[in-house]
């Protein structure tokens, strides 16, 4: 039990008892929801200074990875993909509406281009690669990778109409982007 000191209306201190709901080291953890939504695909380690670091590899990507599903150099190739992508400030984004502001384009925001040069050389990779893999696979590869959607979400984007032919269809374009991606960039 705890005993903790808190004012009272006017001023004068009361005593409250209570316990307390949770450690200080364990606050930021994930909830025991979801460590259980995550399958047993938690790292938890210790950052150097008496916390814990929680790691969920619960992504379909990482997933696939742990069983085996991968080569690791078709894994390398797809989380470079990723990495592109990501730096080619194409992930999206959540913004606010200021509502004071005229209901115009503004040509000063650059909306969907890029800011930075690095931006523009991340871009052209991006580019580089999904004509190198082709649209549909670009479309599996953005859709399980980059936005971490299952498989099955990715293979009805394909048109397949049941969950197993979806789930099929999907791993067999992402291995096969994986590859050509391998080889386009040297991974090996």
């Known amino acids: 039990m705890t005993i903790v000191?808190?004012?009272?209306?006017?001023?004068?201190?009361?005593?409250?008892?209570?316990r307390l709901r949770e450690r200080a080291s364990d606050r930021g953890a994930p909830t025991q929801?979801?460590?259980?939504h995550?399958?047993?695909?938690?790292?938890?380690?210790?950052?150097?200074?008496g916390a814990r670091v929680y790691t969920l590899r619960d992504a379909p990507i990482e997933r696939m990875q742990s069983r085996g599903a991968l080569e690791p150099k078709e894994?390398?190739?797809?989380?470079?993909?990723?990495a592109h992508w990501v730096q080619a400030g194409l992930s999206p984004s959540i913004g606010s509406i200021d509502l004071a502001r005229?209901?115009?384009?503004?040509?000063?925001?650059?909306?969907?281009?890029?800011?930075?040069?690095?931006?523009v050389f991340h871009r052209q990779r991006y580019r580089e690669a999904v004509q190198h893999i082709g649209l549909r696979a670009a479309l599996v590869v953005e859709r399980v990778v980059c936005a971490e959607q299952t498989l099955e979400m990715a293979g009805f984007a394909l048109n397949w109409k049941t969950p197993a032919q979806a789930r099929a269809a999907a791993t067999e374009l992402l291995r096969d982007a994986g590859e050509r991606l391998a080889a386009l960039w040297g991974i090996g």
Do not use: C, H, W
């Open 5 to 18: 000191t808190i004012k009272g209306k006017r001023g004068k201190p009361k005593r409250a008892v209570g």
């Open 33 to 36: 929801e979801r460590l259980r």
């Open 38 to 49: 995550a399958e047993g695909a938690v790292e938890i380690g210790d950052d150097g200074q």
């Open 75 to 82: 894994y390398s190739a797809l989380m470079k993909f990723k």
């Open 102 to 119: 005229v209901f115009a384009s503004d040509p000063g925001n650059y909306s969907g281009m890029a800011k930075t040069e690095r931006q």
